[in-house]
């Protein structure tokens, strides 16, 4: 999107703080559009933005200490409203003339807050006594001068300041998090009575806007777009069909370790007798991807040879097309802002459909989602008209059952795991209680353990039952399940799944597990 067609935007500079992403979500809830950058981002960067108003996030450092990560002085003198959240605030305090110091009580998690502050625009219609989520050791303990103090907790004088002339703004305490009661509020405070914006960022007009710039940028051209039936690529698809039609081919590749029937509700949508205009391709590799696995139990071994494959097979449907003038990718913008500020330890190699363009003839790369959270694309995808059960699919590795299925992968034991996973999706759908689970699946361990069913011997597979909360995937708990679910999905599992007599739920979190189970 070019700036034109955002001008009202909220700029998030971040100062590596672990939440940096919920405030871009939050303020986007509030029909503001905004973007994470760096904190290193210059003052000529900045202008050339043209932020509404600016967010400093929290971060891990020391104002006061060495190396601490800092913005220039200048950025409170743009005109332009700035509200420092955390160490956005104490830097704040800091570089306009205020102290910071180590607080004499650290204040972790939920704490009571006074607001003091009345007629504070950021404040504005937050009850006199309310609950926030604190995280920090350090604290203001003097404001920069001409700051009037608006909140405080029992062991923080300053948990919020301002300079409404300036339009200066700073909270020692979290409004992103959900555990701050008016968090929400008080952001909107900022975008709405403080930054003057209007509320410009819906959907629909998202949709409508990026059909129209892939229909100038693309004009004749052709793309290529790899789908997996995830919501990521088939939202991108849908978007390009509405924008090329038929210069559009997607091409799935079914590698055999999808679940079940998932291959043929793709086809739905996007086959010939689907609802979009698109050439579709689909590729049943099955028999190759278990050839390739045959005899293969260590998990990275098995993640490399399923994506080494894919490539392949991808490739080999490409060169088929011919060269195509653009590639379709399913980035989403937590991708991006990864991607611009660093990397972590690698835990698992990641298997994306989106990894793939160095080995296929194109000319550029469209990314049409590259701004939206998940959220958002589910969003995008319900405006488009994608049908529920794709658009609230929840998500699925690339690997697909490869790493759910734990050694070396076998049709038999797909078999089991599809018709297992099957089940316990019917049981969660049918108990309602899918809304709170942010991932569960059925995997197969790799244990045979010894039954009895009628009046014989068995020794059969043990299914393992997984399900997690999590916002983010980077940590999760495991769910608490209602035993009868779970005791009604085990029966239906041992009666209905030949070759397993036993079920084990998961109760592990991440860390220390990770959500997949390889
Ligand atoms: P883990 O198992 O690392 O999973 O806790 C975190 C989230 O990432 C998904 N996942 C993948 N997604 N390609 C993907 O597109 C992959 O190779 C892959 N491995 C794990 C996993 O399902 C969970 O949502």
Same mark, same amino acid.
Not at 197 to 218: D, N
Not at 302 to 329: N, P, T, Y
Not at 467 to 474: H, I
């Given at each position: ?11 998030? =500079? ?36 043209? #932020?509404?108003?600016?967010? =400093?996030?929290?971060?891990? &450092? ?18 332009? #409203?700035?509200? /420092?959240?955390?160490?956005? *605030? ?12 180590? *607080? ?25 006594? &309310? ?77 409508? @806007? ?15 777009? *790899? ?12 978007? =390009? ?24 509700? $793709?086809? %739905? ?9 698109? &050439? ?53 913008? #937590? ?7 660093? +990397?972590? %330890?690698?835990? +698992? ?24 959270? @998940? ?37 038999? +034991? ?23 689970? /942010? ?10 353990? $010894?039954? $009895? ?25 495991? *769910? ?7 005791? @009604? ?30």
């Amino acid at each position: 999107m070019n700036r034109s067609d955002a001008p009202e935007m909220i700029l998030v =500079l971040d100062f590596g703080g672990q939440y940096n992403q919920l405030i871009a979500r939050r303020v986007r809830e509030n029909h503001v559009y905004c973007e994470v950058h760096p904190h290193t981002l210059s003052l000529a960067q900045i202008r050339e933005l043209a #932020p509404r108003g600016i967010i =400093l996030t929290g971060g891990p &450092n020391s104002v006061y200490g060495a190396g601490a990560v800092t913005a220039p002085r200048e950025l409170f003198s743009m005109g332009i #409203p700035v509200l /420092g959240i955390c160490y956005g *605030a104490q830097l704040m305090a800091h570089l306009l003339g205020g102290t910071v110091e180590t *607080a004499p009580t650290s204040e972790y998690g939920r704490t009571e807050v006074d607001i003091v502050g009345t007629d504070s625009p950021l404040l504005r219609g937050i009850p006199a006594k &309310n609950v926030c989520w604190m995280s920090h050791t350090d604290y203001i303990s003097a404001p920069p001068a001409g700051f009037s103090v608006t909140a405080r907790t029992s062991v923080c004088p300053i948990a919020a300041m301002e300079h409404a002339s300036r339009r200066l703004y700073a909270v020692q305490f979290h409004p992103e998090v959900m555990h701050t009661e008016h968090g929400t509020e008080i952001l909107r405070n900022f975008v709405y009575n403080v930054c003057g914006c209007t509320g410009t960022w819906h959907m629909g007009s998202f949709v409508r @806007k990026t059909i129209e710039e892939l229909r100038e940028r693309i004009g004749g051209g052709r793309a290529l777009c *790899a789908l997996s039936g995830g919501v990521d690529s088939s939202v991108a698809a849908v978007l =390009l069909s509405k924008a090329i039609g038929r210069n559009l081919t997607c091409v799935f590749v079914d590698h055999g370790l999808l679940r079940k029937d998932e291959g043929d509700e $793709v086809e %739905a949508v996007f086959g010939s007798s689907g609802t979009y205009d698109v &050439n579709f391709i689909r590729i049943n590799a099955r028999e190759r991807f278990y050839k390739k696995l045959r005899g293969i139990t260590e998990p990275e071994e098995k993640r490399k040879i399923i994506g080494a494959e894919f490539i392949r097979v991808f490739e080999e449907a490409a060169h088929e097309i011919g060269a195509v003038d653009f590639l379709v990718q399913g980035t989403i913008y #937590p991708d991006v802002i990864e991607s611009g500020l660093g +990397k972590s %330890a690698v835990i +698992k190699s990641h298997h994306n459909v989106g990894g793939l363009p160095d080995h296929v003839d194109f000319k550029e790369i469209v990314e049409p989602l590259r701004l939206l959270f @998940k959220d958002e694309v589910r969003a995008a995808g319900r405006e488009l008209g994608i049908p529920d059960d794709l658009v609230d699919r929840q998500p699925f590795p690339g690997p697909g059952l490869g790493i759910r299925i734990v050694g070396e992968v076998t049709a038999e +034991k797909v078999r089991i795991v599809q018709d297992a996973d099957a089940i316990y999706r019917e049981e969660i759908a049918n108990a309602g209680i899918q809304r709170g689970l /942010g991932q569960y699946f059925a995997a197969l361990t790799n244990m045979r353990s $010894v039954g $009895v069913m009628g009046d014989g011997r068995t020794y059969d597979y043990a299914v393992v039952l997984r399900a997690v909360a999590t916002s983010d995937f980077m940590t999760a708990e495991a *769910a608490q399940i209602p035993w009868d679910v779970l005791s @009604k999905v085990t029966t239906r599992i041992v009666n209905e799944v030949r070759g397993v007599n036993r079920v084990l739920y998961d109760c592990t979190g991440k860390p220390p597990a990770t959500i997949e189970l390889e």
